[in-house]
């Protein structure tokens, strides 16, 4: 490959969590061989509310060469053990989304369908049971999973809560270190090749042109680039996710954190609780068609556990994806490339997997189109693949009897959940794509928590005998039991973390 080939400058348009994690990662990877220029504007707001996160954020961290401890006290995180889901199912139910898994791994069957077994012949142990991160949540206690296979400790997994503005900082600081150049101003013009189509250099209202061989739009709902100059069409998906606003305030901590975030069904969409180290998070994610803006922030402020500490802010979006994300030489990454809401905390995961997929196809100068499709799949298979988990959380519902429920029990389903809904009832079977983002264990936990049940279970569970079976589900929630009281207070296990790595 001749040298005057690569790519040799990358261009990102906006700052904010997508645009300094595309610029930490891109830094970090490519040295000085590539220059990196990031162009934001002081005047213009980040949405900045996604502050809750899922495993795979550990991936990132490590990518970058975080610090686990540094992290911590940089962007005021706590540990997060998964998903509490208050009056989803029907009013007073609760249920819990843990990281990590349930059971054990044994050879040969899964052990959800040892517990089906077990419950099909009379044993009664919750699902719930089955999990130490489920456990450790309810006692407000943390600890890191471990690496032997034989100790429950395996059997966990975790992620963060944190202030999204201060880990931007956080890596602003970082990426300015590692040579990134940023670039204060607004876009002004989009300068394009007519013969090819490609972005040749973006211009700011400032007059400053900055020419580069690919271009990164971490422009948000804007979508500056991928949207406004090429024209890629956005896919509206508010038919089956019909919340299409949001009302964010902080409030004050008052009490010990509990290391998990809480999603609270309402009227018209649901509240998310997330603890910081310094405040706590609150928003109502809702349907403006049900409810007016007033309404949702009176709402939210009437439900604090603790004094707010600012005017409520509101954001509008619309839920949906871009098809072609990757478009020419220019890769959407972020708000810009599609938006979920942040149901199952999968905003940042979305614009790291982004970064993932840049980063495995990063491009030569000509940005070959097969990399660009390939990419494009990948999105899509990521995107869909979230989209009908959220749904599952909508429809599944019982006992809610508000106009947003009703049509959410009673609305067209995609083909797909049908699908998994369906094998999983008949068989307590979960055909995932060794791919998807969501596993056995939060499927598990979500089918269940909504009220649906298998049915049957593989058939390799009965040459297994009964009495085994039963044994090894009724151990398994014993050691559970005894394991969590004897770990760490959440708390402590973050302040130990912090302090060792000072």
């Not at 004897?486 to 973390?497: E, F, G, I, S, Y």
């Amino acid at each position: 490959m001749e040298q005057q080939e690569r790519v040799r400058r990358v261009v990102i348009l906006g700052g904010g969590t997508a645009g300094w994690m595309t610029a930490a990662a891109l830094s970090r990877s490519f040295g000085e061989s590539v220059a990196i220029t990031l162009i934001e504007s002081d005047e213009i707001g980040t949405v900045g509310v996604g502050e809750a996160t899922i495993p795979t954020i550990h991936w990132f961290n490590e990518l970058i060469g975080l610090d686990e401890g540094e992290f911590l006290r940089a962007t005021h995180a706590t540990f997060k053990l998964g998903i509490e889901f208050v009056g989803w199912t029907r009013p007073g139910h609760r249920y819990f989304h843990p990281f990590g898994q349930f059971g054990a791994t044994m050879p040969g069957v899964a052990f959800h369908h040892r517990w089906l077994k077990a419950r099909a012949e009379g044993l009664d142990v919750p699902l719930s049971t089955l999990s130490l991160a489920t456990r450790l949540a309810a006692e407000g206690r943390f600890v890191a999973p471990g690496g032997d296979p034989r100790s429950i400790l395996s059997t966990l997994g975790y992620a963060y809560h944190f202030d999204a503005g201060a880990y931007a900082r956080f890596l602003r600081a970082r990426s300015e270190a590692q040579g990134v150049r940023r670039i204060e101003g607004r876009l002004r013009d989009v300068e394009r090749d007519p013969a090819t189509g490609f972005v040749v250099a973006l211009t700011t209202e400032r007059d400053e042109r900055l020419a580069a061989d690919l271009f990164v739009d971490c422009s948000g709902f804007r979508a500056l680039l991928i949207g406004e100059a090429l024209g890629e069409e956005f896919e509206d998906w508010s038919h089956w996710l019909p919340c299409d606003r949001a009302v964010a305030v902080p409030c004050a901590r008052v009490a010990a954190t509990t290391p998990f975030t809480r999603s609270t069904a309402r009227a018209a969409g649901w509240q998310w609780r997330i603890p910081l180290q310094h405040r706590t998070g609150n928003g109502y994610v809702y349907a403006s068609a049900h409810i007016s803006d007033d309404e949702a922030a009176a709402t939210l402020l009437a439900s604090l556990d603790g004094e707010p500490l600012a005017e409520p802010r509101m954001l509008r979006f619309t839920a949906g994806t871009r098809r072609r994300p990757w478009s020419h030489n220019v890769v959407a990454i972020g708000l810009s490339s599609g938006f979920l809401e942040p149901l199952e905390s999968t905003s940042i995961h979305l614009i790291q997997s982004g970064i993932a997929k840049l980063l495995t196809l990063f491009p030569d100068r000509d940005c070959d189109p097969a990399l660009a499709d390939r990419f494009n799949r990948l999105f899509a298979r990521d995107m869909d693949g979230i989209k009908d988990f959220l749904i599952l959380h909508y429809h599944a519902t019982s006992g809610r009897p508000e106009p947003l429920w009703q049509h959410c029990r009673t609305m067209a389903l995609p083909d797909t959940l049908v699908a998994r809904e369906e094998q999983y009832r008949r068989s307590g079977r979960l055909i995932l794509d060794p791919e998807e983002l969501f596993r056995e264990a939060s499927w598990l936990a979500v089918l269940n928590g909504q009220g649906i049940e298998a049915r049957g279970y593989s058939p390799l569970a009965d040459t297994i005998p009964a009495a085994t079976v039963q044994g090894q589900v009724r151990q398994f929630a014993e050691v559970v039991a005894r394991a969590a009281p004897t770990l760490p207070l959440h708390d402590d296990a973050l302040a130990a973390v912090m302090d060792a790595a000072r």
